[in-house]
């Protein structure tokens, strides 16, 4: 009897291991269903990048068509045509109320980094968050997917004339947890 308790507790304590398990190694690809995520080290440690596989421009860099570097300095004419609140609850409704409830109280943020196409809507997006990041860092890449989607159809540019000469135009935008999921 006291061998199959025994059994039972370690089997529940390699059940609880595998759930508290960080699915974002840099250098490795995880794999979903629906999709699978490469993830690599922006902060050695501390910070990652996580992209979906499928995304093209995988480059930090803007480049006009002639080829050229947009310089790092160069502010965009484009203007956000989306809400940000729409953007949160979007992300809001991703999690659950224990997620949402530990997030609130983690310094951090989420960073989600957006490729448009010349109408301004959102081709690829790839995600910037602390690698111990307690919710995110164990987010199944199929959920990950989903949030993906979501982003998506929300986050559009109206693009602005200066900036109709750039190749892959690129913005981001940031989620504060402890300041934005209030």
């Known amino acids: 009897m006291k ?3 025994l059994l039972l507790l370690l089997s529940m304590l390699a059940i609880v291991r595998l759930d508290a398990q960080e699915l974002y190694h840099p250098g490795d690809t995880t794999k979903g269903k629906n999709a699978s995520y490469y993830c690599m080290d ?3 440690n501390r910070i990652i990048r996580v992209r979906n596989i499928q995304n093209k421009d995988t480059l930090s860099n803007m480049y006009f068509e002639d080829g050229s570097m947009v310089p790092l300095d160069r502010w965009l004419g484009s203007t956000r045509n989306y809400e940000y609140s729409e953007f949160v609850q979007a992300f809001k409704d ?7 409830n530990q997030l609130k109280t983690v310094r951090g943020s989420l960073s989600v980094n957006v490729l448009v196409d010349k109408a301004g809507n ?4 790839d995600f910037v968050f602390r690698k111990d990041n307690p919710v995110l860092s164990k987010f199944a890449p199929d959920r990950l997917f989903q949030l993906e989607t979501k982003f998506k159809k929300i986050l559009k540019l109206n693009i602005s004339e200066s900036d109709r000469k750039i190749k892959n135009l690129k913005f981001m935008v940031v989620i504060t947890f402890m300041k934005d999921l209030k």
């Open 3 to 5: 061998s199959l308790l």
């Open 42 to 44: 922006v902060m050695p």
């Open 94 to 100: 991703a999690l659950t109320l224990q997620e949402l």
């Open 122 to 125: 959102a081709l690829e997006l």
